[in-house]
């Protein structure tokens, strides 16, 4: 029975027998000044999407009228949704107006736009596979 079950413990135990980590490389167009920063957040649970604080990770870079490139690696292949914000007057929080709608730029994965209830984790999800998933975020004012 021991000698049976070895080769499937060496299988999994042999670093080529695991799969390959996935990672999710993230490009941020469309910011209309380089003033503040933009925090870029990665969920996978549909529970916390969009609430950056719950995200699974979240990075902050400097804002840029050029093109920005995040990467979350190290993932399990799953499904996932990003989301982005331009934070252009660096008080550290999307800014909205008083019925709750933002007033600086954003994006969500999908293209999708919150118009009048909270985005859903199912619209803006995408599928990662082992390996590298491209996704562009457009952010909108």
Known sequence: ??????????LLLWPG???EAARVV??????????????VAL??????????????RHVKVKASTAPISV??????????AVGAYHDENG????DTNFIGYP???????????????RPSFADAAFAVPDGDKHVTLHIKY
Request: charged share 25%.
């Open 43 to 56: 969920y996978s649970k549909p529970d916390q999407f969009p609430d950056g604080d719950y995200s699974d």
């Open 1 to 10: 029975m021991l000698r049976a079950l070895l080769p499937l413990v060496f």
């Open 103 to 117: 007033v600086e730029g954003y994006a969500l994965s999908n293209d999708i736009r919150a118009v009048i209830s």
């Open 17 to 19: 027998a695991r799969a």
């Open 26 to 39: 993230v490009v941020i167009d469309g910011l209309r000044s380089a003033a503040g920063d933009v925090y």
């Open 91 to 94: 008080n550290g929080r999307l």
């Open 71 to 80: 990467v979350f690696d190290e993932l399990q292949p799953g499904l996932y």
